[in-house]
């Protein structure tokens, strides 16, 4: 079965860059771009920020954006702000309408 | 405003049976794909089940396979997940969730979540 992995947390300092990756292990994410990234705050209902590996919702600011490189999909966060600390999740098609969801990033502003 | 609000969640002894329902409203619901995502108290989120814009096509995760059953009525703007043989390991915020398209991955509206708890 298909699985996706980030790291448990990143952590940056206002107005510095971080990037999350999002590795398979199997090739859904070279296969398929449909990759989305998520944002959650506690307590709250998780945002999309990126679908289709890099495209941004309207509303969702500039400073996010994705990418991928074969099996790995990034989000990298730009001029990080207080508010962008959440946790984030990335998210793949998986086959015969399935997905799958990744074990989620916590991002720490410091 | 386009919005979903699910409802019917609460505590329930492990092997019992529960139906969650979704309300769409501010959009065309019977375009739309719609799936369900849990997520377990402190832990991330899971994917578990889709049905197309009719209701014609359904899948889910192994996890539910055989015990969960979507389903949908356009014409109420509703979306339902009968939950059977609960398991303690079903405890969980489940969210009604939209895809932005069909088959997207892309999930872009989200209901606030009903919590399921299931007792053992």
């Known amino acids: 079965h298909s699985a996706l992995t980030q790291p448990a947390s990143v952590s940056g300092s206002p107005g510095q860059s971080i990037t999350i990756s999002c590795t398979g292990t199997s090739s859904h994410i070279a296969t398929y771009n449909l990759v989305s990234w998520y944002q959650q705050h506690p307590g709250k209902a998780p945002k999309l920020m990126i679908f289709e590996v890099n495209k941004r919702p309207s509303g969702v600011s500039d400073r996010f954006s994705g990418s991928k490189s074969g099996n790995t999909a990034s989000l990298t966060i730009s001029g990080l702000q207080a508010d962008d600390e959440a946790d984030y999740y990335c998210c793949t098609y998986a086959g015969s309408r399935t997905y799958v969801f990744a074990n989620g990033t916590k991002v720490t502003v410091l | 405003e386009v919005q979903l609000a699910e409802s019917g969640g609460g505590l329930i002894q492990a092997g019992g049976s529960l139906r969650l329902s979704c309300e769409g409203s501010?959009?065309?619901?019977?375009?739309?794909?719609m799936h369900w995502v849990r997520q377990a108290p402190g832990k991330g989120l899971v994917w578990i089940s889709v049905t197309n814009n009719d209701g014609t096509v359904t899948a889910y995760a192994d996890s539910v396979k055989g015990r969960f059953t979507v389903a949908r009525d356009n014409a109420k703007n509703t979306l339902y997940l009968e939950m059977n043989s609960l398991r303690a390991d079903d405890t969980s915020v489940y969210y009604c969730v939209r895809d932005r398209g069909s088959n997207s991955a892309s999930f872009d509206v989200w209901g606030p979540g009903t919590l399921v708890i299931v007792s053992s």
């Open positions: 501010g959009f065309t619901f019977s375009n739309s794909w």
